[in-house]
């Protein structure tokens, strides 16, 4: 294995919940009077933390969404998580190859503590993680693209930055990993490989990962 750490982002990555997230998501903010699609919300918001969400709507409109949103969103995104979210195709494989070479890895994800282990609890993937794997966008100050989250990730797994890789499918979370130092390695099953350009390396299969980063 040619790195020492494997951080993935969760979102899109480990478990299939951008299409149910920016549904939604494009959803509320339109009943808030602020119209918005699906391909809007892709664009803007995916793999954002939910401050940007809120700096962007201010910035555009000059209103600030309501104190409630973040709950009253993440009330609506769980119940559908509970319903309709699978993992990634392909991911619990490369985790149970990455466990079984005994290759450390973590997930660094913009959305809260708890959004990452009702994902992980409702598609079964909990199992590859404990507590002291999973950081969040709460963890720090500033969300992607600034680098402190896996910055923060390395930190706390006791691995340089030069040495660890980062398995992201959004632009954000790939200019994140470039400043934090980090070969990034962009996943384009749902992101157009030209918007991740920036990126070490690119792959569209989940199940190719393990193999690709020997």
């Known amino acids: 294995m040619r790195y ?8 899109g990555v480990l478990v299939d919940s951008e299409p149910i997230s920016n549904r939604l998501l494009a959803a509320y903010l339109t009943e808030l009077g602020h119209p ?38 993440h009330g609506r995104v769980f119940a559908a998580f ?9 991911a619990g494989g490369v985790l149970e190859k990455l466990a079984a070479d005994e290759v450390p890895y973590c997930v660094a994800s913009s959305g809260s503590h708890e959004r990452i282990r009702v994902g992980h609890r409702t598609t079964g993937l909990d199992r590859w993680f404990d507590d002291a794997r999973i ?8 969300g992607k693209p600034a680098p402190d989250l896996f910055l923060y990730a390395a930190e706390r797994m006791g691995v340089e930055p030069a040495r660890c890789v980062v398995i992201e499918d959004s632009p954000l979370g790939v200019q994140a990993a470039v400043a934090a ?24 299969d989940m199940g190719e990962l393990a193999d690709l980063l020997l």
């Open 82 to 90: 509970e319903r309709e979210l699978k993992p990634v195709a392909g």
């Open 135 to 142: 950081f969040s966008s709460q963890d720090v100050g500033r």
């Open 4 to 11: 020492d750490l494997v951080i993935f982002d969760n979102d």
């Open 181 to 204: 130092g980090m070969d990034v390695y962009g996943f384009t099953a749902m992101t157009p490989a030209a918007k991740l350009s920036q990126a070490t390396r690119l792959f569209a």
């Open 36 to 73: 918005t699609s699906y391909e809007e919300s892709i664009r803007d918001y995916m793999g954002s933390a939910m401050h940007r969400i809120h700096e962007l709507v201010l910035e555009r409109t000059g209103e600030r969404l309501p104190e409630e949103f973040d709950d009253v969103f």
